[in-house]
């Protein structure tokens, strides 16, 4: 099945630790996001990436990193200096080359402090 | 920041009955998308609108958008007990791309047996 695949389901960071969340899609798609969601909110973004080797910030990314390598994969740190990581998780993709501005949502990650 | 802002923020209705939600923006957009999640789950699309239509139908859906009065409507039509979930509205401002859509709060959509 073509798609978007988050792991792990859950996770836990203890104090000073940093955690990384995977994201992998087999869509073929160019972009690829990282979301974050806390409990009755929206939707705020953190990072996202137009294409290999390139990404850019979102409005809430001090504290996170990215990588994009190669176009499968787009994971996410979240360092010690993310002082309140604990909120569900969301990565996501879309191919807007190809007119296509609906965005695939992989079915996240709950991060939760110790 | 958050463009997009949904009403009512919960709603509660019975089986059958028609549901209605919506989405006021701020800034001109490029189209207006709905999604919708269930708990503990990723955001599945629903229905894009683009700046020059007015109406869309999809299924039971049916979205509305007045750019006048900058603001959308969800209607989910004979509701089922599986259209529970939460309803959001995402706006892609007017010159920018999808890197630049922004999510409302959501509304919560409980529909009953």
């Known amino acids: 099945d073509g798609g978007i695949t988050q792991s792990p389901k859950y996770l836990f960071r203890k104090e000073g630790q940093n955690v990384t969340l995977s994201c992998e899609q087999n869509l073929n798609h160019d972009a690829m996001y990282w979301y974050r969601q806390d409990p009755g909110q929206g939707l705020r973004l953190i990072y996202y990436s137009q294409i290999v080797n390139d990404f850019q910030k979102g409005d809430i990314a001090e504290g996170y990193s990215v990588s994009r390598e190669k176009k499968e994969s787009f994971p996410l740190t979240v360092t010690s200096a993310q002082k309140n990581p604990t909120a569900f998780y969301l990565c996501?993709?879309?191919?807007?080359?190809?007119?296509?501005?609906?965005?695939?949502f992989g079915s996240g990650t709950q991060l939760s402090v110790l | 920041s958050q463009q997009g802002e949904e009403d009512p923020q919960a709603l509660s209705i019975q089986e059958g009955e028609n549901a209605t939600m919506n989405c006021s923006y701020k800034?001109?957009?490029?189209?207006l998308q709905w999604y919708r999640q269930n708990s503990g789950r990723g955001l599945v699309h629903l229905i894009l609108i683009r700046s020059n239509e007015r109406e869309k139908h999809s299924g039971r859906l049916r979205v509305t958008l007045d750019t006048s009065k900058k603001s959308s409507s969800l209607l989910i039509t004979a509701s089922r007990a599986a259209d529970t979930a939460s309803y959001f509205c995402?706006?892609?401002?007017?010159?920018?791309?999808?890197?630049?859509?922004?999510f409302g709060k959501g509304t919560k959509l409980s529909v009953i047996p």
């Open positions: 996501a993709s879309s191919n807007p080359g190809q007119g296509t501005e609906k965005l695939f």
């Open positions: 800034t001109s957009i490029n189209n």
């Open positions: 995402a706006t892609e401002p007017r010159g920018a791309g999808s890197y630049q859509l922004t």
